[in-house]
């Protein structure tokens, strides 16, 4: 059973624009959701992170968007830059220490 | 500080054979997790390990299976490998005190099932 549902798959983005990335997830228990960026040949690094009890976490151009009535999650990518072309996943976890589900992944290519 | 070592970087194994990956994490880091990624089912959690005892554990079958070291360092096996078994197999390490905390993965050992 697919816990945390990530939608793109892909996503072409032009420089300068605006990348936006959504997930669902189902366990209300849920309590920490975070975002990775994942280049090829490389393990997945945290991108930002945000707890259920605020609305939007802002770190440089990265902003976590989250709904918690409506159990979503997105990740909106500002003044898109083509060295942000990796995959994102979302992830969800609740009280487990490591233990992160993630969503399926979005690739996101930006184009110069 | 280092980062996440992982070895070896590649593998080649046969249908049947066993393997072991190591996973050495970052200096002071007592938690070590491990994750399987896969093309089809992404990325998907094995198990953790805080001060030499298993602490979570995912959906995978007996054939994998784990442990820590004193020094925090980690190895996982699998055994009767199995052509599904072909995956980036990553680790990652965490100070392991409390939830929402950083994981440092490693840049993972490549899998092939032949």
């Known amino acids: 059973q697919q816990q945390v549902k990530q939608s793109p798959q892909s996503l072409i983005v032009q420089k300068g624009g605006i990348s936006i990335i959504n997930c669902a997830y189902e366990n209300t228990a849920f309590d920490y959701f975070p975002w990775y960026q994942q280049f090829p040949g490389k393990g997945p690094a945290l991108l930002i992170a945000?707890?259920?009890?605020?609305s939007e976490k802002k770190e440089g151009r990265f902003t976590i968007s989250f709904n918690k009535s409506a159990k979503q999650f997105s990740l909106h990518i500002m003044d898109s830059q083509p060295g942000d072309s990796a995959t994102y996943f979302c992830?969800?976890?609740?009280?487990?220490?490591?233990?992160?589900?993630f969503g399926q992944g979005t690739e996101l290519s930006v184009k110069p | 500080k280092a980062g996440v070592t992982q070895t070896p970087r590649y593998l080649i194994k046969t249908r049947g054979q066993q393997v072991t990956l190591s996973c050495s994490p970052i200096?002071?880091?007592?938690?070590v997790s491990w994750y399987q990624q896969t093309p089809g089912q992404g990325l998907q959690f094995l198990f953790e390990y805080f001060s030499e005892t298993q602490r979570n554990k995912g959906n995978f079958p007996g054939r994998f299976s784990g442990r820590q070291f004193s020094n925090s360092r980690s190895e996982m096996n699998v055994s009767t490998l199995e052509l599904g078994d072909s995956a980036l197999y990553l680790c990652a390490s965490s100070l392991g005190q409390a939830l929402g905390e950083k994981l440092f993965f490693g840049s993972g050992t490549q899998l092939s099932v032949l």
């Open positions: 200096s002071g880091h007592r938690s």
């Open positions: 945000i707890r259920p009890d605020v």
């Open positions: 992830a969800a976890s609740r009280n487990q220490g490591g233990k992160l589900i």
